[in-house]
């Protein structure tokens, strides 16, 4: 498929990269990416797995009509042309058994290696087969997610109180995650292990998800890219047309694509300070 550029109020890609919108968890911000969807296309969209929460469904059902129209709005894509490939994460993992298999127009895939305009090969998948908590100790990751949860409320009330004072917005969640994944190391070894794994399969790069850590950075001579979230971030990558490949983040409900934040030049100045400190 190719997108004929005829709205100004769109912006055209190569490829989209989704992850972690955890739908069915009352902390996806559905309308966020509703309003992202409205304002880009593309030939395909890959979704990186986690898009919807089975974990929390299970737990307790959670489903409004925000998330029936996420749905709706990634089908309708698919009947307009869109090339749309889900790779299943942990928390979507009933969808691991149907590789291969066709859903309205939907790909199922374990992973996949994508070649991008520019001829580079990037290795696509979720990432949680490289988590040892997730792998391991499947009843820790459950009382990480809770804890999480937990942290995503507490942030609710701190946002409320703040903007009372008059004071920027600060996610006390991020931070919490970041402190507690700072003390093992967590984000580092990831990336690292991912890497590697993009190396052995002789990619150029890998896109993943899973950590909730948005970046477009190098790693020992390859190219690491995390799509981030759709819970706290609002992060998608984008590949244009020549390979370029552009981290999205969307802040606010938008109106035009001038209110699109591009960051990768800023957050691969920070993935390689953050390489270099690791």
């Given at each position: 498929?190719?997108?004929?550029?005829?709205?100004?109020?769109?912006?055209?890609?190569?490829?989209?990269?989704?992850?972690?919108?955890?739908?069915?968890?009352?902390?996806?911000?559905?309308?966020?990416?509703?309003?992202?969807?409205?304002?880009?296309e593309a030939?395909?969209?890959?979704?990186?797995?986690?898009?919807?929460?089975?974990?929390?469904?299970?737990?307790?059902?959670?489903?409004?009509?925000?998330?029936?129209?996420?749905?709706?709005?990634l089908l309708?894509?698919?009947?307009?042309?869109?090339?749309?490939?889900?790779?299943?994460?942990?928390?979507?993992?009933?969808?691991?058994?149907?590789?291969?298999?066709?859903?309205?127009?939907?790909?199922?895939?374990?992973?996949?290696?994508?070649?991008?305009?520019?001829?580079?090969?990037?290795?696509?998948?979720?990432?949680?087969?490289?988590?040892?908590?997730?792998?391991?100790?499947?009843?820790?990751?459950?009382?990480?997610?809770?804890?999480?949860?937990?942290?995503?409320?507490?942030?609710?009330?701190?946002?409320?109180?703040?903007?009372?004072?008059?004071?920027?917005?600060?996610?006390?969640?991020?931070?919490?995650?970041?402190?507690?994944?700072?003390?093992?190391?967590?984000?580092?070894?990831?990336?690292?292990?991912?890497?590697?794994?993009?190396?052995?399969?002789?990619?150029?790069?890998?896109?993943?998800?899973?950590i909730h850590?948005?970046?477009?950075?190098?790693?020992?001579?390859?190219?690491?890219?995390?799509?981030?979230?759709?819970?706290?971030?609002?992060?998608?990558?984008?590949?244009?047309?020549?390979?370029?490949?552009?981290?999205?983040?969307?802040?606010?409900?938008?109106?035009?694509?001038?209110?699109?934040?591009?960051?990768?030049?800023?957050?691969?100045?920070?993935?390689?300070?953050?390489?270099?400190?690791?």
């Amino acid at each position: 498929m190719t997108v004929t550029p005829a709205d100004p109020n769109i912006r055209y890609f190569r490829t989209l990269f989704i992850s972690d919108v955890h739908l069915g968890s009352k902390a996806a911000k559905a309308d966020f990416l509703i309003d992202f969807l409205r304002h880009h296309e593309a030939e395909t969209i890959v979704l990186v797995g986690d898009i919807v929460d089975g974990w929390r469904l299970k737990r307790n059902w959670y489903w409004p009509q925000a998330f029936n129209d996420v749905t709706q709005k990634l089908l309708r894509k698919a009947r307009k042309g869109t090339r749309i490939i889900y790779i299943p994460g942990n928390h979507d993992e009933f969808l691991r058994e149907f590789p291969g298999t066709h859903f309205g127009g939907v790909e199922v895939a374990e992973r996949i290696i994508h070649e991008a305009a520019d001829g580079k090969r990037y290795l696509v998948l979720h990432g949680d087969e490289f988590d040892v908590v997730v792998r391991h100790a499947r009843v820790v990751a459950y009382l990480g997610d809770w804890a999480y949860d937990a942290a995503i409320a507490i942030n609710v009330v701190f946002a409320a109180i703040r903007r009372r004072l008059g004071l920027p917005y600060w996610s006390f969640s991020s931070w919490a995650k970041q402190q507690v994944k700072s003390a093992v190391n967590f984000i580092g070894e990831f990336q690292k292990v991912v890497v590697e794994e993009a190396r052995r399969n002789e990619a150029d790069g890998v896109i993943c998800g899973h950590i909730h850590h948005a970046i477009i950075t190098e790693i020992d001579g390859i190219r690491y890219i995390n799509s981030g979230d759709w819970v706290e971030s609002c992060t998608a990558i984008a590949e244009h047309h020549d390979g370029e490949m552009e981290l999205i983040t969307w802040q606010k409900l938008a109106t035009t694509p001038a209110e699109v934040v591009p960051v990768s030049r800023q957050m691969l100045a920070i993935g390689a300070r953050e390489s270099e400190a690791a």
